[in-house]
C-alpha cells in the first residue's frame, strides 16, 4: 500500500524540521547566554496616589525599583543605570519624557543589586464638567484636559559606556529614549 510507505517519509520530515527548530532555539539562547557582561534587569513600578479633595486634579507619584543580575560577568564591575519617565502631556497631546536619572551600583557574578528611582510626580486635570449658574439657568461648561498624564518608563544598564541590559513597560519607548519622537 501506499499510504504505509507514505508514513515513514513524512514523520521523517516532520522530526528533521522538529530537530532543525530545537538546534536553533538552542544556538540561539546559548548565544545569549554565554555573552559577556550582560545584565538582566527586573523593573517593580510603584507608585502612591495623592489626589486632593473636592478636586478633578489627579497627582501621582511613580518610582522604579531596580533590580540587577550579571551574567557571565569577568569581575566584579560598576554598573551604570539610566531611567527615564514618560507621561502624555495632554495639552500638545504627545508623549514627552517626563522625569529621568541615573545611578551606579555594584555588580558581582551571580549576586543581585537593587536601586531605587527617585519619584516622578504627576499632576494632571482630565477632561470634566463644571456646573455654572444656578436653578433653571444653570449650564454644564467643558474644561479641557491638562497637565501630563502618565505614560511608560524605560531603563538601561551600561558598563564601561557599552549597553549591558535594558528593559522598557512597552516596546514604542525604546525609540523615544534613543531620542526619536512619538505621535
Known amino acids: 500500500m501506499k499510504t504505509s510507505s507514505y508514513q515513514p517519509d513524512r514523520l521523517r520530515r516532520k522530526l528533521r524540521r522538529i530537530t532543525a527548530h530545537f538546534i536553533v532555539i538552542l544556538l540561539t539562547s546559548a548565544g545569549s547566554a554565554l555573552a559577556d557582561n550582560s545584565v538582566k534587569l527586573q523593573i517593580a513600578p510603584k507608585s502612591h496616589f495623592s489626589d486632593p479633595k473636592n478636586s478633578p486634579e489627579e497627582v501621582q507619584d511613580r518610582w522604579l525599583e531596580i533590580t540587577a543580575t550579571a551574567f557571565h560577568l569577568e569581575k566584579p564591575s560598576q554598573v551604570r543605570l539610566e531611567w ?87 516596546p514604542a519607548i525604546k525609540k523615544l529614549f534613543d531620542g526619536g519622537a512619538q505621535r
Open 84 to 170: 527615564a519617565f514618560y507621561g502624555d502631556d495632554l495639552v500638545a497631546r504627545k508623549v514627552v519624557k517626563h522625569a529621568e536619572g541615573s545611578g551606579t551600583i555594584e555588580l558581582i557574578q551571580g549576586k543581585t543589586a537593587s536601586l531605587k528611582t527617585k519619584p516622578a510626580r504627576y499632576n494632571f486635570t482630565p477632561r470634566h464638567t463644571v456646573k455654572t449658574g444656578s436653578g433653571k439657568r444653570s449650564r454644564a461648561k467643558t474644561v479641557e484636559a491638562t497637565g501630563v498624564r502618565y505614560h511608560a518608563w524605560a531603563v538601561r544598564a551600561f558598563i564601561d559606556g557599552v549597553l549591558v541590559g535594558e528593559a522598557y513597560s512597552l
